[in-house]
Structures are given as structure tokens and as C-alpha cells.
């Protein structure tokens, strides 16, 4: 008993003080990944706004085509355009992420907030994905861009807080070993939905 409490405790450990640098890295390089994205998709969607006949640098074909996307009413599902999400998103990543490099022991509430965060951003990047591959029909290669670093935040952000809030648990475990598998397999349905919808 007193080994099992010694196990739970260390790993509860990881989960809450002096957070691993590997998280605080992500954070912050996958944050500013998704900023850049956002900034450039907010620049191209605005002097799209201003001349309808401009056409962006990652216009590639019909197919690969940012301007097919950022016309469809699903670059708007709030009203206004989806790259201010990112930009603001993104920012609250980046400064968590050196929060974390600075050895900040967070209250849990903020990682509360974080996950809440991630799970709607997780939600949007998968209805977004879908709506491309099926209904507009075209692909944007900095909305992929940002895809692909929500994953990986998502996924570590709540492994982390599977580890702090319930350490013993085997999803925690299962999570923990498996954590490199899940994530290739899952960019790799990704990959597997746009070759299959497009080029099949």
C-alpha cells in the first residue's frame, strides 16, 4: 500500500508542480505555429474582404485553394472570421508555455480552463476538417497547419491533467505508454480522409 501511495503521489507530482519542459516547448513552438497560420489566414481573409478577385499565395489549385475556404460561410461559423479564434487562441498557448518555462507551479483551475479550451478547439478543427473534405470541397493549407498543432496540444495538455487530477487511473496509463501511437494514428486518419475523399 505504502508503494502504490509512493507511485500515485509522484505522479501526481508530475502532473501539478514544475511541469515537464517537454509540455512548455509544445505549448509554446506549437502556439507560435498556429499564431503564424492564424495572422496569415487573417491578412489573406481581410484583403479578400477588401478585392474579391485576390487570390492568395496558397491558392494551388482547386483542391489546395485558402480562398475557396475563406469564401464559404463556414469561415464565419461565429460571425466573424475564424483565424481571430486562433489568434486569440493561440496567444493564451504561448503564454501558458513560458509560464511553464519560468517553473510556475499553475493553479488547477487554469488547467481547467486549458482543457476546456482545447477540447472546443478540438471540436471545431474536426467539424472545420469535415466541412472542407465534404461540403466546400477544397483544402487550406494554413487551416491545416493549424489543425495539426491543436492535436498535439490538445492531447498533452489533457494527459497532463489526467496525470494531476486522477494519476491511478488506466486511461491515464493507457494515454501515458501509448502517447506517440495514438497521435500518428490519428494524423493518419487525417491523411487516410483527404487521400480517400480527393484522390481515390
Not at 508530475?14 to 492564424?38: K, Y
Not at 496540444?153 to 496525470?163: C, H, P
Request: glycine share 8%.
Amino acid at each position: 500500500m505504502t508503494l502504490m501511495n509512493t507511485e500515485l503521489d509522484d505522479e501526481t507530482a508530475l502532473g501539478r508542480a514544475h511541469q515537464p519542459r517537454g509540455l512548455a516547448a509544445l505549448l509554446v513552438v506549437g502556439g507560435l505555429i498556429g499564431l503564424i497560420a492564424s495572422f496569415v489566414l487573417t491578412l489573406d481573409k481581410l484583403e479578400l474582404l477588401r478585392n474579391p478577385d485576390y487570390v492568395p499565395a496558397c491558392d494551388l489549385g482547386s483542391i489546395v485553394s485558402c480562398s475557396n475556404v475563406m469564401k464559404s460561410s463556414q469561415s464565419e461559423i461565429f460571425g466573424f472570421m475564424n483565424p481571430l479564434l486562433g489568434l486569440v487562441g493561440f496567444t493564451i498557448v504561448i503564454t501558458l508555455g513560458v509560464v511553464l518555462f519560468a517553473r510556475v507551479d499553475l493553479p488547477e483551475w487554469i488547467w481547467a480552463g486549458m482543457q476546456i479550451g482545447t477540447i472546443a478547439g478540438l471540436v471545431m478543427i474536426h467539424w472545420l476538417a469535415f466541412e472542407s473534405l465534404y461540403r466546400i470541397g477544397a483544402l487550406c493549407p494554413y487551416c491545416m497547419v493549424a489543425w495539426s498543432v491543436t492535436l498535439p496540444i490538445f492531447f498533452y495538455v489533457t494527459l497532463r491533467n489526467l496525470r494531476a487530477w486522477i494519476p491511478g487511473s488506466p486511461l491515464t496509463g493507457f494515454l501515458r505508454d501509448w502517447h506517440a501511437l495514438i497521435l500518428t494514428l490519428w494524423f493518419l486518419a487525417f491523411a487516410a480522409a483527404i487521400f480517400f475523399r480527393f484522390y481515390a
